[in-house]
């Protein structure tokens, strides 16, 4: 376990500063809005206040007030924030990220999660909180072999858990945290008290009668597999070439970020209708100073490169021997519905579903999200 201190050079910024100046701009179709992509007007604005305004130097402050490590398992560094909570009878809890998100998502849930007191909540729901980042993503990347998927990841936090001394804990995530997540409670449920997850995909099921809402979010279901999964596709299956691209230009990796945060929110004209705007640079900032728009697509490509791979890695069903809890935002990518969920996860002991927010639920409803898991975790207390 070594220490770790962000310290980005100066001439990393500089660098980041003088390509968004040289950004060579597309046209585009006039009034097309977000139907075919990012508009043109919105990211020149965008990428100017990042180039002219967005202070780099403030994110990492405030990540570097947290204490962060870097350890190396099966061959991968990997980076990580470790706050202990001033309560003795704290839960050990390892937060999971996805993509296009990394552990800069879940800096607003960290406090309360640790130290509920300071934050109007009650000592005893407090929490260890351990914070990793994906091998492959910020910190944590790039890896130098192939092989990094879901179960490997899940092995590897169960051992970063071990050699931190927590016999029993907890996991949650969203995104690829939902499935690393599931399986860790999978793998090792001598150890995992539970699994709670802001995310979960549900597939069509015709032994299962759904109701008219219900039958709702499995249509949009569809039509996200349809029209909602480009990325997906490309990151799948050519990692690789579409990594020249966004290594190389800031504006295209603020593009292929910024997208994501306007469809997977809960936001009406901009990602920032749901995330601070500072908050979506500082987390399209690391993805571009670390230089891992290509290792974490690697990811995809390792594990969902097939069909029958995607069902099986986001739908289960998953053997679980610990209760899962599942905290549902509407504006989400996906829309789970409990009778395909009770199928899939056969411990699932919480459910559920709140008003407003989507995909980066720790960004967009933090108080709600740490709310629900406070609970789940209380749940496992008794």
């Not at 968004?20 to 508009?39: F, N, Q, S």
């Amino acid at each position: 376990m070594r220490p770790f201190r962000i310290d980005i050079p100066d001439a990393d910024l500089d660098d980041l500063r003088r390509r968004l100046a040289a950004t060579r701009w597309p046209a585009e179709i006039p009034d097309a809005g977000w139907d075919r992509g990012v508009p043109l007007a919105y990211l020149q604005e965008l990428a100017e206040y990042w180039r002219t305004e967005y202070d780099w130097r403030a994110a990492e402050a405030e990540i570097n007030r947290f204490p962060q490590y870097t350890t190396e398992i099966d061959g991968a560094t990997v980076h990580f924030l470790h706050v202990r909570s001033p309560h003795p009878d704290a839960v050990p809890v390892v937060l999971t990220h996805g993509w296009p998100g990394s552990f800069a998502e879940y800096l607003d849930v960290v406090g309360p999660l640790a130290d509920p007191p300071a934050h109007g909540g009650d000592a005893a729901d407090a929490c260890h909180v351990v914070l990793p980042s994906i091998p492959g993503y910020g910190f944590s990347g790039p890896v130098r072999e192939s092989g990094w998927d879901v179960p490997r990841v899940a092995r590897a936090w169960a051992e970063l858990m071990r050699r931190l001394g927590y016999d029993r804990y907890v996991a949650q995530g969203g995104d690829w945290g939902e499935v690393i997540s599931l399986e860790l409670g999978r793998i090792d449920p001598g150890h995992v008290l539970g699994v709670h997850v802001n995310m979960l995909v549900t597939f069509p099921d015709p032994e299962v009668e759904l109701g008219e809402e219900d039958r709702a979010r499995v249509a949009h279901g569809l039509r996200f597999a349809e029209d909602g999964t480009g990325w997906q596709k490309i990151q799948s299956t050519r990692p690789q070439t579409l990594a020249y691209g966004l290594t190389d230009s800031p504006a295209g990796q603020l593009a292929w970020i910024a997208e994501k945060f306007k469809e997977w929110t809960d936001s009406e004209k901009a990602p920032e209708d749901a995330v601070p705007r500072d908050r979506l640079l500082t987390n399209v900032t690391l993805y571009w100073l670390t230089a891992t728009a290509g290792p974490s697509a690697q990811l995809y490509y390792e594990t969902t490169p097939t069909t029958p791979d995607f069902v099986r890695t986001w739908g289960g069903p998953w053997p679980l021997a610990v209760p899962v809890g599942v905290a549902v935002f509407p504006a989400d990518a996906t829309r789970p519905v409990r009778a395909l969920a009770e199928r899939a996860l056969p411990t699932l002991a919480r459910w559920t579903e709140f008003g407003r927010g989507g995909h980066f639920a720790a960004l967009e409803q933090p108080e709600e999200l740490v709310g629900d898991i406070r609970a789940f975790v209380r749940s496992l207390r008794r």
